[in-house]
């Protein structure tokens, strides 16, 4: 890949003309996860990738954990929060797992049920205490969980085969492969503009 031309392109369509050094060091972890595991892959599920991390993590390129309070955690995800439905559906069926597996890393993964399967992945333990939990917020290991999560389908059952595939192609659909259709066009949007920066020509 050119990478010149990647960041001087994304850096004029997706960040506004200027890149932090945090963001390139991002943005590179990111691509050479892809480089070394998936090369060989479509180029449209590394920009829809790129595009999911651009939006969970507002543009830092980093993994962050989700905007909020344990007050706010407790309310949403919680089982005795004010959404026990949900918080039964992620897998929070035990007071204090609301706070305990909010959002966090480069897809902001969320609920008992997938820091359990990315505990089992990954093989090291994500679910014993709130700091074990917080180990999904190391690069590498967020990297691969956003990739592998997205390419196997781990996070709703969707992959991003199902929506690029030969010459099909559905850039608000992918959304699926992540949460629902939430800002799906603003997502295929930002998408769409990483793989136009995608380069392998080297004038």
Same mark, same amino acid.
């Not at 850096?11 to 050094?21: E, H, P, V, Y």
């Not at 945090?22 to 790129?50: C, N, P, S």
């Not at 797992?97 to 333990?125: C, P, S």
């Given at each position: 890949?050119?990478?010149?031309?990647?960041?001087?392109?994304?850096?004029?369509?997706?960040?506004?003309?200027?890149?932090?050094?945090?963001?390139?060091?991002?943005?590179?972890?990111?691509?050479?996860?892809?480089?070394?595991?998936?090369?060989?892959?479509?180029?449209?599920?590394?920009? %829809?990738?790129?595009?999911?991390?651009?939006?969970?993590?507002? *543009?830092?390129?980093?993994?962050?954990?989700?905007?909020? /309070?344990?007050?706010?955690?407790?309310?949403?995800?919680?089982?005795?929060?004010?959404?026990?439905?949900?918080?039964?559906?992620?897998?929070?069926?035990?007071?204090?797992?609301?706070?305990?597996?909010?959002? *966090?890393?480069?897809?902001?993964?969320?609920?008992? %049920?997938?820091?359990?399967?990315?505990?089992?992945?990954?093989?090291?333990?994500?679910? /014993?205490? *709130?700091?074990?939990?917080?180990?999904?917020?190391?690069? /590498? *290991?967020?990297?691969?969980?956003?990739?592998?999560?997205?390419?196997?389908?781990?996070?709703?059952?969707?992959?991003?085969?199902?929506?690029?595939?030969?010459?099909?192609?559905?850039?608000?659909?992918?959304?699926?492969?992540?949460?629902?259709?939430?800002?799906?066009?603003?997502?295929?949007? %930002?998408?769409?503009?990483?793989?136009?920066?995608?380069?392998?020509?080297?004038?």
């Amino acid at each position: 890949m050119n990478r010149k031309f990647f960041f001087d392109t994304v850096r004029l369509t997706l960040f506004d003309g200027s890149l932090r050094k945090a963001q390139v060091q991002g943005l590179t972890g990111l691509l050479d996860y892809w480089e070394q595991h998936h090369a060989a892959k479509d180029d449209r599920w590394l920009a %829809y990738v790129l595009a999911t991390a651009h939006h969970e993590v507002d *543009r830092k390129m980093q993994p962050i954990k989700e905007y909020g /309070s344990d007050s706010y955690f407790f309310r949403m995800y919680d089982i005795d929060g004010d959404r026990p439905k949900v918080a039964k559906r992620l897998g929070n069926l035990a007071k204090g797992d609301g706070v305990k597996f909010h959002g *966090r890393g480069f897809v902001q993964i969320t609920g008992r %049920y997938n820091y359990a399967d990315w505990e089992n992945r990954l093989g090291t333990d994500l679910t /014993s205490s *709130r700091a074990k939990a917080d180990k999904v917020m190391n690069h /590498s *290991r967020a990297t691969e969980i956003i990739f592998e999560g997205m390419i196997l389908g781990t996070f709703t059952g969707k992959k991003l085969s199902d929506y690029f595939v030969n010459v099909k192609q559905d850039w608000e659909g992918a959304r699926k492969v992540v949460n629902g259709t939430d800002k799906q066009a603003l997502i295929a949007s %930002y998408a769409k503009r990483y793989y136009a920066a995608i380069s392998y020509t080297t004038a």
